[in-house]
């Protein structure tokens, strides 16, 4: 029997909510197949900062790098600046185990009314591919003068022919894959990016040559946010930057209904590291420990999880469970328009695997 060993991080807030629905479902599911999964927690969060002074051990990567996955909630807490919960746990995680590809379904799912008028299941239905790696979440730059009047802060994007080429050609895959449009939207921004962004574009140009069938188009940044809210059913798997990427998937999420639906995987397609999997939201101070935290998102990035250690079947099983209690609407969380708490919901998914 399969065992897959999964490090899990809850992190802050929500997170600790969601991911215990995640464990829930997946340890349900592996029941109903011959695999198991092994689940090892980690504390490592801004609670576990205030005590040590760093997000996580100096070995924490190590350690991590034994494992088949990582299962994580999200980090964030109003009392620490995000760039320290981001640059002391997130980000060394992509990086280290080069998750270069950050993918990232939207779809409107039956069920779900979007914010947007006029729009049907299905009618949104992308995959967002963020470059995970460098661009500009590289955490290069300095500062200058620090407190004083002249403070001076220098961010320096990076973009690199290997690191623009690898995720594009991974978006072009995936659009040949889902054998949907056949469609791939680059987006960019080299107006006004006139270095960096150019080298994206040329990646882009390079790499579309070995994908006749595939057709293509380039968007600004700032067109691309418009008709992702104007014509969300042009697009079918986009590609974009680190920041661009992360940006427009917020945009992804919410008319698809609801932040607490958006899954999310940074993946080393190559699979020389574990992956790493959590969800689009953050920790979500504003509603943290009311158990009204919708954990679908957390439970589809399972889904994604289960899919990428090779457990087609139950991905799907997952999927469909969810997709089953959206289409009753009756247990659902308030950010759905229902009544129902995180646990009852993590149950009901339970309940409805294999249905
Ligand atoms: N991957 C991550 O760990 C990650 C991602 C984004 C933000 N953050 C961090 O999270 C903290 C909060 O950030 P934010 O408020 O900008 O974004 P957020 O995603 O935490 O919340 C945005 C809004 O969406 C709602 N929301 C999010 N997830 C939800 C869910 N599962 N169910 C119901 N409603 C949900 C929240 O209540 C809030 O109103 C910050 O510290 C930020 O840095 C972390």
Known sequence: MDNHRVAVIRGDGI?????????????????????????????????????HGEMMPSDALDTLSGYDAIFLGAVGHPD?????????????????????ICERPNILYPGITSPLSGKSPFDIDMVVIRENTEGEYANVGGFQYSDFPEEIGIQTGIFTRKGCERAI?????????????????????????????VVWDRAFDRVRQD?????????????????????????DVVVGSNLFGDILTDIGAIITGSMGLASSAN?????RYPSMFEPVHGSAPDIMGQGIANPMAQILTGAMMARHLGENSAAEDIESSVLSLLEEGEILTPDLGGTSSTQVVGDAVVRSLGH
């Open 211 to 235: 994908y006749p069938d595939i057709q293509t188009r380039s968007l600004l940044v700032d067109a691309a946010s418009m008709d992702f809210i104007r014509k969300p059913e042009s697009f």
């Open 169 to 197: 050609r991974y978006a072009f895959e995936l659009a040949r894959r889902r054998n949907k449009k056949n469609h791939l939207t680059s987006v960019t921004k080299s107006n006004a990016q006139g270095y960096g962004l």
């Open 80 to 100: 620490i600046q995000d760039h320290i919960t981001l640059n002391g746990l997130l980000l060394p995680i992509r990086r280290t185990f080069d998750q270069y």
């Open 15 to 51: 997170g600790i909510e969601v991911v215990e629905e995640g464990m829930k479902v997946l340890k349900a599911v592996s029941k109903q197949y011959d695999f198991d999964f092994t689940f090892d927690e980690f504390p490592w969060s801004s609670d576990y900062y205030k005590d």
């Open 267 to 271: 993946l080393d397609p190559e699979r």
